[in-house]
Structure formats: structure tokens, C-alpha cells
């Protein structure tokens, strides 16, 4: 499966972004999909990710309640709603997928596949 990530950008601390990645390739709902994000110099870090039917999400805690994901699988498409921006959210932000079969998981090598990852700049 390919994924492309789409809709970073700058916003004001206390703003909101959404985040999309789109699969080809193989259908979304083979896999469990997740959102990590990296700054520079520092691990890519988990961020949330979302079981193969929608049912179950998971969170860092740095981001429950201001972050939801969310997945349409007819589009193909996972989504990362971004509210109540912090500065220190700054990152580029990936997408990432494993096997359905797999479930949720925090951990960056438990992921096969990932997007290109997008600029998420927040001002303060």
C-alpha cells in the first residue's frame, strides 16, 4: 500500500488542522492505521492510531482531547483533527499502517508502511 499524507501548515497556537492520508494501492480497511510525528534530532513518536474498523483509538496522553482520528474506508482516507495547537506540536507529521490483524500499537517498528510525512508548524 502507498500513503500519502496531505494538510500541514502554519497555524496560530490555538488553532486547528486536519491532517489526511490517503492509501493506494491495497483498500484501508486492511489495516490499522496510525499518526506519528517527528522534530529534529529526536524519535519519531507515536500520536494516535485507529483499528481497522473505526471502533477502537488510541492516544498520547499529550494530545487526548485535542486530537481525534478517524478513518473513512470507502475513501481510502485516515484523518488526524488537530484542535487547540501548541507550540511544541510542531513537527512533521506521518502516517503509518500495519495489519489489521495487528491492533493498536505505539511503537514506530511495529508499522510497515508510511507516508511521505507533512510540515506542522504552530506559532505562539
Known amino acids: 500500500v502507498q500513503l500519502q499524507a496531505s494538510g500541514g501548515g502554519l497555524v496560530q497556537a490555538g488553532g486547528s488542522l486536519k491532517l489526511s492520508c490517503t492509501a493506494s494501492g491495497r483498500t484501508l480497511s486492511s489495516y490499522t492505521m496510525a499518526w506519528f510525528r517527528q522534530v529534529p534530532e529526536k524519535e519519531r513518536e507515536f500520536v494516535a492510531a485507529?483499528?481497522?474498523?473505526?471502533?477502537?483509538?488510541y492516544y498520547q496522553d499529550s494530545v487526548k482531547g485535542r486530537f481525534t482520528i478517524s478513518r473513512d474506508n470507502v475513501k481510502n482516507t485516515v484523518y488526524l483533527q488537530m484542535n487547540s495547537l501548541k507550540p511544541e506540536d510542531t513537527a512533521v507529521y506521518y502516517c503509518?499502517?500495519?495489519?489489521?490483524?495487528?491492533?493498536?500499537?505505539?511503537?514506530?517498528?511495529?508499522?510497515?508502511?508510511w507516508g511521505q510525512g507533512t510540515q506542522v508548524t504552530v506559532s505562539s
Open positions: 485507529i483499528s481497522w474498523s473505526g471502533t477502537y483509538t
Open positions: 503509518a499502517a500495519r495489519g489489521r490483524d495487528y491492533g493498536l500499537g505505539q511503537y514506530r517498528n511495529g508499522y510497515d508502511y
